[in-house]
C-alpha cells in the first residue's frame, strides 16, 4: 500500500496555463482526506508551493529549489536551507553572460536577473508568481546586499542546443555543481549534494514511510531523482524523453489530468 505521493508541480501539477485544476484539486483532497501524506518537491521558490498547497488542502513538509530548501507548508519553518559556494555562482553567471545568456539568480523567495531585454525572461515569468527583479550589474547587486552566500540555485533559459552547450562547457571546467533540465529550454544549476530525491527521503523519513511505499510524479530532469527514489516512479506524458526512460511507467499529460490518473489507479 502507497502512504506518500510526491509531486512536482510545473509540467505535472500544473496545467499549461501554471494553474491546478479543479480535478486534480479534488483528488488530491479527497486521499489527503483518506490519511495519505502528500509533498510537493519542486524548483520553484517556497511562497509558491505555499500558494498551491492552500489550494490542495496540504499541510506537512514540502520541498523547493530542487529540494535545497524544505520548509513546512504554510512556509513558516525552515528545516533546511542549503546554498551554491560563492565562487560556482559566480562561475555559472559569469559563463553565462560570457555566452550571451541572461541568467537568474534565486535567493530563497527572490530572484535577480541582471537585463529583462531576453525573450526567455518573460518565458520564465510565467513559471513564477513572483518575476524576478531587473538588478543590472548581478555581481555588484549580490555583492553590495551580501547576498552571494544566500543562492539557492541559478537558472539560465535559452533555445535547447545553447544550453546543452552551456553544460557542456560548465561540465568541463567542473563537476562541484549538479545541472538539471527543468524545460527544454531552461537548465538549474544547483549544489552537487541536493536532489529532488534527497528532499524526497528526508520528508519520508520524517513520516516514518519507507521508499517503497512511495510514488512519485514528474516531468524534468530533476525530477529523475525523486522518480528514482521512490517505490515507484511515472512521468507525465509530456516529460522530457529521458525522464520517461527510467520512469517506471507513465500517466497522461498534465492538460489531461495526468495526476488524476495516478491518484485514481493507485490510492482510489
Same mark, same amino acid.
Given at each position: 500500500?502507497?502512504?506518500?505521493?510526491?509531486? *512536482?508541480?510545473?509540467?505535472?501539477?500544473?496545467?499549461?496555463?501554471?494553474?491546478?485544476?479543479?480535478?486534480?484539486?479534488?483528488?488530491?483532497?479527497?486521499?489527503?482526506?483518506?490519511?495519505?501524506?502528500?509533498? /510537493?518537491?519542486?524548483?520553484?521558490?517556497?511562497?509558491?508551493?505555499?500558494?498551491?498547497?492552500?489550494?490542495?488542502?496540504?499541510?506537512?513538509?514540502?520541498?523547493? &529549489?530542487?529540494?535545497? /530548501?524544505?520548509?513546512?507548508?504554510?512556509?513558516?519553518?525552515? /528545516?533546511?536551507?542549503?546554498?551554491?559556494?560563492?565562487?560556482?555562482?559566480?562561475?555559472?553567471?559569469?559563463?553565462?553572460?560570457?555566452?550571451?545568456?541572461?541568467? &537568474?539568480?534565486?535567493?530563497?523567495?527572490?530572484?535577480?536577473?541582471?537585463?529583462?531585454?531576453?525573450?526567455?525572461?518573460?518565458? &520564465?515569468?510565467?513559471?513564477?508568481?513572483?518575476?524576478?527583479?531587473?538588478?543590472?550589474?548581478?555581481?555588484?547587486?549580490?555583492?553590495?546586499?551580501?547576498?552571494?552566500?544566500?543562492?539557492?540555485?541559478?537558472?539560465?533559459?535559452?533555445?535547447?542546443?545553447?544550453?546543452?552547450?552551456?553544460?557542456?562547457?560548465?561540465?568541463?571546467?567542473?563537476?562541484?555543481?549538479?545541472?538539471?533540465?527543468?524545460?527544454?529550454?531552461?537548465?538549474?544549476?544547483?549544489?552537487? *549534494?541536493?536532489?529532488?530525491?534527497?528532499?524526497?527521503?528526508?520528508?519520508?523519513?520524517?513520516?516514518?514511510?519507507?521508499?517503497?511505499? /512511495?510514488?512519485?510524479?514528474?516531468?524534468?530532469?530533476?525530477?529523475?531523482?525523486?522518480?528514482?527514489?521512490?517505490?515507484?516512479?511515472?512521468?507525465?506524458?509530456?516529460? &522530457? *524523453?529521458?525522464?520517461?526512460?527510467?520512469?517506471?511507467?507513465?500517466? *497522461?499529460?498534465?492538460?489531461?489530468?495526468?495526476?488524476?490518473?495516478?491518484?485514481?489507479?493507485?490510492?482510489?
Amino acid at each position: 500500500m502507497y502512504k506518500l505521493l510526491a509531486l *512536482d508541480l510545473d509540467g505535472t501539477t500544473l496545467n499549461s496555463k501554471h494553474t491546478v485544476d479543479e480535478d486534480t484539486a479534488k483528488s488530491i483532497q479527497k486521499i489527503i482526506s483518506k490519511g495519505i501524506k502528500v509533498t /510537493i518537491i519542486s524548483g520553484r521558490e517556497p511562497k509558491s508551493i505555499v500558494k498551491v498547497a492552500e489550494k490542495i488542502g496540504l499541510e506537512g513538509l514540502v520541498g523547493s &529549489m530542487n529540494g535545497a /530548501i524544505i520548509t513546512t507548508s504554510d512556509g513558516v519553518d525552515h /528545516i533546511m536551507n542549503l546554498c551554491l559556494p560563492r565562487k560556482y555562482v559566480e562561475f555559472s553567471v559569469r559563463l553565462a553572460l560570457d555566452m550571451g545568456y541572461f541568467p &537568474m539568480v534565486f535567493v530563497e523567495n527572490n530572484s535577480y536577473i541582471a537585463s529583462r531585454k531576453s525573450q526567455f525572461s518573460k518565458v &520564465m515569468d510565467k513559471f513564477s508568481d513572483y518575476p524576478a527583479k531587473e538588478v543590472g550589474n548581478l555581481d555588484k547587486y549580490l555583492s553590495e546586499n551580501n547576498l552571494y552566500h544566500k543562492v539557492n540555485k541559478v537558472v539560465i533559459a535559452a533555445e535547447n542546443e545553447e544550453l546543452v552547450e552551456y553544460k557542456k562547457e560548465f561540465e568541463n571546467a567542473t563537476d562541484a555543481c549538479k545541472l538539471y533540465f527543468s524545460l527544454p529550454f531552461v537548465i538549474e544549476v544547483s549544489r552537487k *549534494d541536493t536532489s529532488k530525491g534527497k528532499a524526497l527521503e528526508y520528508i519520508a523519513n520524517s513520516y516514518g514511510i519507507d521508499k517503497d511505499e /512511495i510514488i512519485a510524479v514528474g516531468d524534468g530532469e530533476n525530477d529523475i531523482s525523486m522518480l528514482g527514489y521512490s517505490g515507484k516512479g511515472i512521468a507525465m506524458k509530456n516529460a &522530457m *524523453d529521458n525522464v520517461k526512460e527510467v520512469a517506471d511507467e507513465l500517466t *497522461d499529460s498534465n492538460d489531461k489530468k495526468g495526476v488524476v490518473k495516478v491518484i485514481e489507479k493507485y490510492f482510489l
